[in-house]
């Protein structure tokens, strides 16, 4: 069993920078590849970004390409998502999610494990 705990989202204004980080406890953090979705209110759930286990892979959306950044450090079992040039529409609650197959996040927005989310929330 994976835990995984969000912190970092909080309120910033258009064009500024929030970074979350996802803490993951439990069973080896190894071999799991992690992401990053967003739900914004009356919205489904969306793909935002994901690493691959050892870090040497990542995928972003097209809406946050270029100003979001997926990171991880394995030896702190955390996962990062530095969020730059913030717009409104990035106002969600942004979730992790952690499974051994990358392709599951991407393509199914699947995962074994999922975090309990955190608020961000972006000011015109």
């Known amino acids: 069993q994976v835990q995984l705990v969000e912190s970092g989202g909080g309120l910033v204004q258009a064009g500024g920078s929030l970074r979350l980080s996802c803490a993951a406890s439990?069973?080896?953090?190894?071999?799991?590849?992690m992401g990053w979705f967003r739900q914004a209110p009356g919205k489904e759930r969306e793909f935002v970004a994901a690493?691959?286990?050892?870090?040497?892979?990542?995928n972003q959306a097209d809406s946050v390409k270029g100003r979001f950044t997926i990171s991880r450090d394995n030896v702190k079992n955390t996962v990062y998502l530095q969020m730059d040039s913030l717009r409104p529409e990035d106002t969600a609650v942004y979730y992790c999610?952690?499974?051994?197959?990358?392709?599951?996040?991407?393509?199914?927005?699947?995962?074994?494990?999922w975090g309990q989310g955190t608020q961000v929330t972006v000011s015109s």
């Open positions: 439990g069973r080896t953090f190894l071999g799991y590849a």
């Open positions: 999610a952690a499974d051994r197959q990358t392709s599951r996040l991407l393509f199914q927005g699947l995962a074994d494990y």
């Open positions: 690493i691959s286990w050892t870090g040497a892979n990542t």
